[in-house]
């Protein structure tokens, strides 16, 4: 995945994910909406042909956006990870 940076300040970040749909889009923005500093998540798919999504962090200032995306990241690759290990012990019980 390619990810195109449009706009990064203290409070806000704005990212292209080139290659990505809906799915992760809606993803990063929902789970960022957790974060006690988020003003704003939000992501939008530019034109249905490209479909890329363009994801917008809006912080009060606290953190900045960049930190907020980094947990946000983060927490969804623990979880995904989390996932995995269900996945295998199903698995293993299957067998």
């Known amino acids: 995945m ?7 300040s203290s409070k806000e970040l704005v990212v ?15 789970e960022a909406l957790k974060h006690p500093h988020i003003k704003l998540a939000a992501y939008a798919i530019e034109h249905p042909l490209e479909g890329s999504p363009v994801v917008r962090l809006v912080t009060d200032g606290e953190v900045s956006a960049l930190q907020v995306f980094r947990e946000v990241v983060t927490s969804l690759k623990a979880e995904a990870s989390e996932l995995l290990k269900v996945l295998e012990s199903c698995e293993e019980l299957k067998e």
């Open 16 to 30: 292209k994910l080139v290659g990505e749909d809906h799915t992760l889009g809606n993803l990063i923005a929902k």
């Open 2 to 8: 390619k990810v195109e940076v449009r706009k990064l």
